[in-house]
């Protein structure tokens, strides 16, 4: 309404003195950008995910087969989802280091259920490379945890970004564990 | 031409370079179109608005659509219950193309009954019926898409229309086909095709808008704009008034698409698609119905799909069969009964394309599709020479304001800027 009226007044200080057509000019502009944008708005939301898509989105997974220090991948919303059965000296080495030194400060604790698992995304948060570090004699990086080919980012046993040029930490997907070997992602 | 034409100096800068304000003006704003046209003269802007919104919706819907044999029902399926919207733009496409030829044939009509395409407008009208024909294979292509019953069994008809030709026909099938019978092949180009025609239609409109810049548009008296007296400009007075045409045609087409949805559309497309067995009654989408009914009039397969073609061939020229001078059938009597009898014609034949091949039905279609070529083929020539027109007006602006011509159009220009 601001905007409408000011136009009005600003056409109104011109010579001829059309304020009333100039009224009705803009109004039926502003209705036809209503209707525009309402008209709009389907084909665009559209491209949302859609409802069989987002019933897809939780899946479960039994971590009991894993043994320690073995690390398995599951495709979660298309993504891939990172679970390692950590080591003692892993997560304790990952306990071990101060949060408020990190680019990206998080403690260990914050980021697991369960210290034996770790459960992240496996994105790099630079640009959305997978991270080198599932498979055995893969390279893990500098900090024990994983390394990203593409633009060389070092991450932790806790999936902490430690060097190179991603910004955040590996992300935790919303998880829970609905029973002792039973993991629900999202 | 100078760049001083425009206040904006961005407008202006850019203009100076590349004249696309110019261009547009001259498109809305300068083209001097005739006072006295009437509602018929919408039909033209809502054909082309229509043609935006096939493609708008056309291409969203190209976002969830798998084209082939086993997912295209199921996508089509989950376009109605999954994706956000799914329903009103498949509904809107769906209805938008019965809607597309109800726009079409009105002004395909007025064409006819105003004598729209009389000299100097053969091209503009010959360009129309080439837009006509690339809808219809547009609408055809597109309908086969959801690989239901319908689909399926009238994209296996129609295609066997080119194997009534001699000597080529099978060779033509098989190629249309991309194998033996219609199948995964065919459906895949089918969707590139429908996805490419669109443009296609879209430049070939753009063709029939230059040419009606030409000499402007007809109007209901049929006769030629003589002067400033006789014009408006489009912009605004035209521009309004489709505008306003525009918002009662969404009202309607509004209604149709969230209460009658599948009020135009055979429900045994929402079966999919069985190529072992063909549906018991089997019958086009309505805005086909009366070429169809003309193609099984012809107890002959290679006669029936000629006919069939022929109806539209004729349109094209058209023009050299009605050799009459005066354009409006506002001024030939004669003229006006027979195109009313025409236009009862093309729905009856509409009427008996939905009705079993069988008994009285096929006579009729006969009596019909005989009489569509008759009206065409003798009819016409034969007005042109034995029909007397009703006198002319001097001007449009005489029959406008009934003062005389000039004078009266001189009068009335201040008044219509205050």
Redesign the interface.
């Known amino acids: 309404m601001a905007t409408k009226s000011k136009e009005v007044q600003a056409d109104a200080s011109q010579p001829e003195n059309k304020s009333r057509r100039d009224f009705i000019v803009v109004a039926t502009y502003a209705m036809a950008g209503m209707g525009a944008a309402t008209a709009a ?3 665009i ?4 995910p ?4 987002l019933a897809l989105a939780n899946i479960e997974i039994d971590v009991s087969k894993i043994e320690v220090g073995q690390s398995i991948t599951v495709k979660w919303r298309g993504k891939p989802v990172f679970i390692r059965h950590r080591t003692e000296a892993e997560i304790a080495e990952a306990e071990a280091v101060e949060a408020e030194a990190l680019r990206h400060p998080e403690t260990d604790t914050d980021r697991v259920e369960n210290p034996e698992y770790l459960v992240v995304l496996g994105i790099c948060t630079h640009l959305g490379c997978v991270p080198l570090g599932q498979k055995v004699g893969e390279v893990r990086g500098e900090y024990d945890g994983w390394f990203c080919p593409c633009h060389g980012s070092h991450y932790d046993s806790s999936g902490r970004i430690r060097k190179g040029p991603a910004p955040l930490n590996l992300e935790v997907p919303p998880y829970a564990f609905t029973s002792d070997n039973i993991i629900r992602i999202g | 031409m100078s760049a001083t034409k425009f206040s904006n100096p961005v407008v202006s800068w850019i203009d100076h370079r590349l004249p696309i304000f110019s261009a547009a003006e001259h498109f809305a704003s300068d083209y001097p179109t005739p006072k006295n046209l009437n509602y018929f003269w919408n039909f033209g802007s809502l054909a082309g608005f229509t043609l935006v919104v096939m493609i708008v919706t056309g291409i969203t819907l190209a976002m969830s659509y798998t084209p082939h044999v086993d997912y295209a029902f199921g996508s089509v399926e989950r376009i109605m219950r999954d994706v956000n919207h799914g329903w009103l733009i498949r509904y809107i496409h769906m209805n938008g193309a019965s809607f597309f030829f109800i726009v079409v044939y009105i002004h395909m009509l007025r064409g006819l009954y105003y004598g729209s395409y009389k000299a100097p407008r053969e091209l503009l009208w010959i360009i129309g019926v080439t837009i006509f024909l690339l809808m219809m294979a547009t609408a055809f292509m597109g309908y086969v898409l959801p690989w239901g019953q319908m689909s399926f069994w009238g994209a296996t008809v129609i295609t066997n229309l080119f194997s009534a030709l001699p000597y080529v026909g099978d060779a033509i099938t098989t190629l249309l086909w991309g194998g033996f019978a219609v199948d995964n092949p065919t459906l895949n180009r089918f969707f590139a095709l429908h996805y490419l025609m669109p443009f296609v239609i879209v430049g070939v409109v753009m063709l029939h808008i230059v040419a009606l810049h030409r000499f402007g548009s007809n109007n209901p008296l049929g006769i030629d704009a003589r002067g400033p007296q006789d014009t408006i400009p489009f912009h605004p007075y035209y521009t309004i008034k489709d505008l306003f045409g525009l918002s009662v045609f969404l009202c309607i087409f509004a209604a149709a698409v969230f209460f009658f949805p599948n009020f135009m559309g055979h429900p045994d497309n929402y079966i999919p698609a069985n190529p072992l067995q063909t549906p018991a009654h089997i019958v086009p989408e309505w805005y086909f119905l009366p070429f169809y009914a003309i193609l099984r009039a012809v107890p002959d397969k290679l006669g029936g799909v000629i006919a069939m073609f022929g109806a539209i061939a004729v349109l094209f020229v058209l023009p050299w069969l009605d050799r009459s001078p005066v354009r409006s059938a506002k001024f030939r009597p004669i003229f006006k009964i027979f195109f009313w009898v025409f236009v009862a014609d093309c729905l009856l034949l509409g009427y008996l394309g939905a009705k079993p091949a069988e008994g009285i039905w096929v006579t009729l279609s006969r009596v019909g599709s005989i009489w569509y070529f008759a009206h065409f083929l003798i009819i016409l020539p034969l007005l042109s020479v034995i029909e007397t027109p009703r006198p002319l007006p001097q001007s449009l602006s005489q029959s406008v304001l009934g003062g005389s011509g000039a004078m009266a159009g001189a009068a009335a220009a201040p008044k219509e800027k205050a």
């Open positions: 708005w389907p084909l939301n559209q491209m949302n859609a409802a069989d898509t």
